[in-house]
T-cell receptor, first 114, second 116 residues
Framework: AQSVTQLGSHVSVSEGALVLLRCNYS??????LFWYVQYPNQGLQLLLK??????LVKGINGFEAEFKKSETSFHLTKPSAHMSDAAEYFC????????????FGTGTQLKVEL | GAVVSQHPSRVICKSGTSVKIECRSL??????MFWYRQFPKQSLMLMAT?????????EQGVEKDKFLINHASLTLSTLTVTSAHPEDSSFYIC????????????FGPGTRLTVL
């Protein structure tokens, strides 16, 4: 069985500050890892994903995440927060490609303040 | 990226009635679609995997007779909530698997169901 833990259901940062959203996973097989963003009353949009290869993954909107197997982590970062980044962020894991069943974390609500 | 639509975006119904939600892949064919539900302030929980031309695969604890899934074509899957009750009120989100290229899931915008 796979699981995802997102530490911090709410994160607040100032505009221009570093964004760090934490994600730890549990998987019995090499994981495929994803970060999605959800704006109010909308579906999910893929930010980035890790499948194989380079452990530092760059995504859309300036976000990136690093797969650390030794720490079973896949934290999401962005150097400088923008007001438009305020949304709900979900980390997810799959035991196969992105087209397969996803197990989601409980989400982190990011608030960006002036 | 590819586009997935859902219809309706919002629906309010009376307790005891049935509601059908459609999920369409607009610019690609999807042999597999997924249905999730999301309660307020919570994560997405997979309900079932919808396979074109065959029976859906339901997750443990999901009543297949209550949540009927039909995937009759390569671009359309439907979820019917039968005999809806207030506890079925939720945000239902579908996704469609695009296995061309990088094998990615694309999510629909969701359907807000309110059962009175």
């Amino acid at each position: 069985a796979q699981s995802v833990t997102q530490l911090g259901s709410h994160v607040s940062v100032s505009e221009g500050a570093l964004v760090l959203l934490r994600c730890n996973y549990s998987s019995s097989v090499p994981p495929y890892l994803f970060w999605y963003v959800q704006y109010p009353n909308q579906g999910l949009q893929l930010l980035l994903k890790y499948t194989t290869g380079a452990t530092l993954v760059k995504g859309i909107n300036g976000f990136e995440a690093e797969f650390k197997k030794s720490e079973t982590s896949f934290h999401l970062t962005k150097p400088s927060a923008h007001m438009s980044d305020a949304a709900e962020y979900f980390c997810a894991v799959s035991d196969a490609g992105g087209g397969n069943k996803l197990t989601f974390g409980t989400g982190t609500q990011l608030k960006v303040e002036l | 990226g590819a586009v997935v639509s859902q219809h309706p975006s919002r629906v309010i119904c009376k307790s005891g009635t049935s509601v059908k939600i459609e999920c369409r892949s607009l610019d690609f064919q999807a042999t597999t679609m997924f249905w999730y539900r999301q309660f307020p302030k919570q994560s997405l929980m997979l309900m079932a995997t919808s396979n074109e031309g065959s029976k859906a695969t339901y997750e443990q604890g999901v009543e297949k007779d209550k949540f009927l899934i039909n995937h009759a074509s390569l671009t359309l899957s439907t979820l019917t909530v039968t005999s809806a009750h207030p506890e079925d009120s939720s945000f239902y989100i579908c996704s469609a698997r695009d296995n061309r290229g990088q094998d990615t899931q694309y999510f629909g915008p969701g359907t807000r169901l309110t059962v009175l």
